[in-house]
């Protein structure tokens, strides 16, 4: 075997091959990212989970928290309305109002004495009206379609034991103007808030 090609230990072909392996043409790689690639590290990417979440959810969360707020109010002003209505119709049923020869201004103040802490007593508007009977006592729709408020104030207590009805309107303006399409039931964007007292008066004599 000559050994000159070859070597003992295949010396100079191995040299070769060795000296092949270690010369290697330097090579630039560039990553460039793909849509796809970006698409999946997003996709895994957790950060920020919480505020978009909370961003998500505080919209609605906070539109109901008001919505509860502006109902409680309505109530409550509702509820306040219908009991200073019944403490200032017995003076109309007592004959107190008619044996002081009270206006309708005076009597209006009377009401307005009894929610002035909540509602604005120029929102108010006072219609007592005499009907010879209950049957007679219709009340016919305070709003037109319109949503304009078409009752007009008038005061007639009557005498004993005639037949009363008295309707108190007050405009409720809401606090928060963006619920106003879910509360609202007149064109001006305001809550009609209405309160009746129907009673015969008590046989007194003037």
Known sequence: MDTSVFGKDGGPEKARNVSRRKVKTPTLRIKIPLPRALARR???????????????????????????????AVFFSTSTLDNAVTEASRQIMTGEAQSQNMSAAEFKQTICERIDLLLDCSRLLVDVRTFENFGDANSNDPIDDD????VAENFNPGDGGDAVLVSVYYRYELTIPNLTYAFANMGTGEVLIASSAAFRNEPFEL
């Open 42 to 72: 997003f996709q895994h990417d957790e950060q920020g989970v919480a505020a978009v979440e909370f961003a998500l959810a505080a919209t609605p969360f906070f539109v109901f928290l008001f919505a509860c707020f502006e109902s409680a």
């Open 147 to 150: 949503g304009n408020l078409q």
